[in-house]
């Protein structure tokens, strides 16, 4: 599986996980999925629903993850099972 990327808006309620495609259709391999999810109980006691997929190029998953973090989003890691 893809190395991901997270991210959590300021009030700990939305999570966005930021995956490169790691497989090939018709041999392009240039974009990334961006999920958003839900965070269910408290963070870290159980997985985020995730709610929403879309794939985009990578230059504007960059543009979007850079918007995000400038905007108060913040890097996390993935701490649950």
């Known amino acids: ?4 990327y997270w991210l959590i808006n300021s009030n700990r309620s939305e999570v966005k996980r930021f995956m490169k495609n790691d497989k090939s259709i018709d041999g392009v ?9 839900k965070i269910v109980g408290g963070l870290g006691n159980k997985p985020p629903v995730m709610t929403n997929t879309v794939s ?15 905007k108060g989003w913040r890097k996390i890691e993935k701490n649950w099972h």
Do not use: N, P, Q
Not at 1 to 4: H, I, L, N, P
């Open 1 to 4: 599986m893809a190395k991901s």
């Open 29 to 37: 391999f240039e974009y990334m999925f961006i999920d958003t999810g």
């Open 56 to 70: 985009v190029e990578i230059d504007l998953a960059r543009e979007i993850y850079e918007r995000l973090l400038s």
